[in-house]
């Protein structure tokens, strides 16, 4: 029965024929403050015992017996001075032959009852007993009242196996015991107790009614066994979590008003019971949620009531409607749970890699110089920004296949990562820079800004720039983390960007940072970028004219000793157009130098002498290497050819100058004796004509 739902008065008992049988509706007050009444109700339904259900309507039970000062009785005192012996009249015992009401007695122990074996309702309401006892002669009691009293222990039951109803509302029991032979039990009332634990209750397999209102329970729990309980009352106690609800297959009613249960997972067993109609969870944390009723509607079709308020057929549309909504959230909220940790792994998979890399580059004749950083990943475990470790996968396709369908923006392969987060491309391992050749849209590569690169060597970065500057236009922040830096020369390959406005060198695997004026050469180098920061820092006008005062000298003694063909070749067409000007002796005019500083502003060109400062990655200068290799073989493989049929010439001339005189006698003497007879010589030759026709 719903607290507050009947507005009878204190005490009334009112039957009715429900169900085939008798429904009864106790109510037990208590006065706290200022005349408050306040109600703990209990619903009784006992099956239909004709001689009970007669004689209570033979004698009008409709009447307030709260009203009544008790029947007339009369306290002897017994042969044990300590309790009182009760007696009533023989009119008493005919009129009220199987009820007895002794509450607002001032009682502090339960009287001897002779001679009442009968009696089936007794009530000891509002006194000051402290312990139940004297009654176990009544074994046809039913009905056992003993609300706001004094008692700290359940005892003296164990011979009431008929008793249905037992009412111990507003005493001092700590522990629910002693009810091992009240298997008949239909209602059970401990409320307003100091209870912190249901426990041995659970072959009470009849019990319809259990109200723990207001005790000290923590946690419901060890419920199995009553299979009967159609309503448990669980309001104003400190409980966090509900189990075991979903096993008792008659419960109806579940009052958990004003507890501590803040999430749904804490009360999710009430999602899987099928008898459930009537809940309360108002004055919990849990109701204060903007999710809260959409919640218990969507996994609570059957409810009827929440909170004492019915539930309309609106209210489960848009729970359903909402619950759809919050799916599909938490679906997408579970891909990108997924992607991270995809990303995760394949991060650390590239480290490890990017380790192994650099442990057999340092294990050779240089490993004395550096040594193995301790920050960097081992082969088990990998630190991803001092956030934590992570375990390297060992099948890269071992995780939830619905990853697959979000993985837009984002290519996973098991040795490198490509990103866009907002505005800035992030890649990592060298595998990644092959991602430079897909089409990337207009839009996405407009709004990348920042492009970092981690765990790729930097001479392998060098030779995808061009490309970087074409696909991503509007790149001005450049970051290195873990990309093996050790030398300023090779800031030199930065120039030819189109700009940078930032640039982040992060000391984690790039040694070039230990160098004290790595800035100043930064500055100095690029200056015709105007950068704005480095690492982080403005850089201000003095940087500026410290770098040209420290690397100023440097560039004009690597122009000076460059050939003209090598620095021509150095230079841009503009530059070429410039230089040759000056070398004619043109540029020697006042104002040339001037107006070509200022040229060089207004197109943001590098200065000439800091042209000639770039930087050849080894493979570039292998491949040079190999290059002038094959053009000297070839060089010199023709030069062999040119002399040796030279010699071969030579050796035919001289040859036929020792054999010439001797030729040049035979050929008159055959000459002569081939014309010697004139007319044998004219027919010979007619003859080859005609042959030779």
Not at 431 to 454: H, I, K, M, P, Y
Not at 553 to 575: D, F, K, M, T, W
Request: some cysteine; glycine content about 4%.
């Amino acid at each position: 029965m719903i607290p507050g739902k009947y507005r009878t008065n204190p005490g009334r008992i009112t039957p009715s024929n429900v169900n085939c049988g008798l429904h009864l509706v106790i109510q037990t007050s208590s006065v706290p403050e200022k005349n408050k009444v306040r109600f703990e109700q209990i619903e009784l339904r006992l099956t239909k015992d004709s001689s009970f259900h007669n004689r209570l309507l033979q004698h009008d039970i409709e009447k307030n017996y709260s009203s009544r000062q008790g029947d007339h009785v009369y306290l002897g005192s017994s042969s044990m001075p300590s309790f009182p012996v009760l007696h009533r009249s023989s009119e008493e015992k005919i009129l009220y032959s199987d009820r007895l009401t002794l509450e607002r007695q001032k009682l502090t122990v339960c009287p001897v009852i002779d001679g009442e074996e009968h009696l089936r309702l007794l009530n000891f309401q509002h006194n000051f007993i402290t312990r139940i006892q004297n009654i176990s002669n009544l074994q046809s009691l039913i009905f056992l009242d003993l609300y706001d009293n004094q008692i700290e222990e359940i005892s003296g039951l164990s011979t009431l196996r008929s008793l249905r109803v037992l009412l111990l509302g507003k005493n001092r029991i700590k522990k629910i015991s002693n009810l091992d032979n009240l298997k008949s039990l239909d209602v059970l009332d401990l409320h307003g107790n100091q209870i912190s634990k249901i426990e041995n209750v659970s072959h009470l397999c009849d019990l319809r009614v259990l109200n723990l209102a207001r005790n000290f329970l923590n946690d419901v729990d060890d419920l199995n066994g009553l299979s009967s309980l159609t309503e448990l009352n669980l309001r104003h106690n400190q409980i966090t979590s509900v189990r075991d609800v979903d096993n008792l297959p008659c419960l109806q009613r579940l009052f958990l008003s004003y507890n501590n249960i803040s999430c749904f997972e804490d009360i999710l067993c009430l999602a899987d019971s099928n008898s459930l109609s009537d809940i309360t969870l108002d004055g919990n944390p849990i109701a204060q949620e903007s999710w809260y009723k959409h919640t218990i509607l969507q996994h609570m079709m059957q409810l009827r009531q929440l909170d004492m308020k019915r539930i309309t057929e609106e209210e489960r549309r848009m729970a359903s409607i909402v619950a759809r909504k919050e799916e599909e959230k938490k679906r997408e909220s579970h891909k990108q749970t997924l992607i991270k940790e995809k990303k995760r792994l394949t991060i650390c998979n590239v480290a490890r890699k990017w380790d192994m890399q650099q442990n057999r580059v340092t294990s050779g004749p240089s490993s004395s110089q550096d040594g193995k950083d301790s920050d960097v990943p081992s082969q088990d475990t990998c630190q991803l920004n001092g956030s934590g470790t992570c375990v390297y996968p060992e099948e890269p396709g071992s995780l939830d296949p619905v990853i697959s369908t979000a993985l837009q923006g984002l290519a996973v392969i098991e040795n490198h990562l490509v990103e866009v987060d907002g505005d800035t491309l992030f890649l990592y391992g060298s595998g990644a820079l092959e991602s430079l050749d897909r089409n990337w849209s207009v839009q996405t590569a407009g709004l990348v800004t920042t492009v970092s690169f981690t765990f790729i060597e930097f001479d392998e970065i060098v030779q995808i720039l061009p490309k970087l500057k074409i696909k991503f236009p509007n790149s001005l922040h450049l970051k290195f983390k873990e990309t093996n830096l050790v030398m300023l020369q090779q800031f030199n390959a930065l120039a030819q960007l189109r700009r940078i406005d930032q640039l982040t060198i992060d000391p984690q695997g790039n040694p070039v940072v230990n160098f004290t004026l790595w800035k100043y050469y930064v500055l100095f180098r690029l200056s015709h970028f105007s950068m704005q920061k480095i690492n982080g820092t403005e850089v201000t006008q003095n940087d500026m004219i410290m770098a040209e005062r420290l690397f100023g000298i440097l560039a004009h003694v690597a122009s000076s000793e460059l050939p003209q063909y090598r620095l021509l070749s150095l230079l841009g067409e503009v530059r070429k157009k410039q230089f040759r000007y000056l070398l004619e002796g043109k540029g020697k005019k006042s104002g040339v130098v001037s107006e070509e500083n200022n040229e060089n502003k207004r197109l943001g060109g590098e200065n000439t002498n800091r042209a000639t400062l770039n930087y050849t990655t080894r493979d570039f200068y292998t491949e040079k290497l190999e290059e002038i290799k094959e053009k000297k073989k070839f060089c010199k493989t023709y030069i062999h050819d040119l002399v040796k049929e030279a010699a071969e010439i030579n050796m035919k001339n001289e040859s036929l100058q020792k054999l010439w005189p001797q030729m040049f006698i035979e050929l008159v003497r055959d000459a002569v004796i081939e014309i010697r007879n004139k007319n044998s010589y004219m027919k010979l030759c007619l003859q080859r004509i005609t042959d030779t026709k």
